[in-house]
């Protein structure tokens, strides 16, 4: 999703910074129906027009939101990456990112985006976005563990991981279910199975 985005201070990347942090905590606190322009503008202090200067819509704040927790988690996967050419490391990488499934306020607002991405076609864009450079990532991790396996066996693998590992976010946090250590080392094993090629 391309959109417009002003150039970056220090004081502007720390003024969006707060203005994303601000959304963050209006959707766990109050659930999607809650996050709107003017709220978020509101509970940040601003003028609407200065929110709009850095999302001009709240699809473009949706969608920096789930860029800005695609980043921290590449970050915090960052040194397994690194090293995803044997299975250890991404079993490593797999049980992280279930690790980050125990953050409930993580899991609240992934669940309010997605419950607003039903109703909204401009969430609902910024979510298949977010999914799609998801996705992304998961098969330059094939790759790297395999560059002869075909493109379309990478993308399948890759949306099949991307499922499990989301679907497993609402059974593991309570929503629809609780974690326990049995299915977590069968859905590490299965995730980990679907990286290799």
Excluded at 167 to 172: D, E, H, K, P, Q
Aim: aromatic letters at 6%; one cysteine or more.
């Amino acid at each position: 999703m391309t959109g417009h985005r002003p150039p970056r201070t220090g004081k502007g990347t720390q003024r969006r910074a707060e203005l994303l942090d601000i959304a963050e905590r209006i959707l766990i606190e109050s659930g999607h129906g809650e996050l709107t322009m003017r709220a978020v503008a509101a509970a940040a202090e601003v003028r609407l027009g200065h929110l709009q200067y850095y999302f001009p819509n709240r699809g473009q704040l949706i969608a920096a939101v789930l860029r800005r927790t695609l980043e921290r988690t590449l970050q915090r996967l960052a040194p397994l990456l690194a090293s995803a050419d044997s299975t250890e490391p991404v079993a490593d990488m797999v049980r992280m990112l279930l690790v980050e499934q125990d953050d409930f306020c993580l899991v609240r607002v992934y669940t309010e985006i997605w419950a607003l991405a039903a109703r909204d076609e401009s969430t609902a864009e910024a979510v298949r976005d977010f999914y799609r450079t998801y996705q992304d990532h998961v098969v330059g991790l094939i790759r790297a563990r395999n560059p002869e396996a075909p493109e379309g066996i990478c993308r399948i693998r890759a949306r099949v991981f991307t499922m499990l590992i989301e679907g497993a976010a609402l059974f593991r946090s309570g929503i629809a279910d609780r974690a326990d250590s049995a299915t977590d080392d069968t859905l590490i094993a299965t995730a980990t199975a679907l990286l290799a090629v």
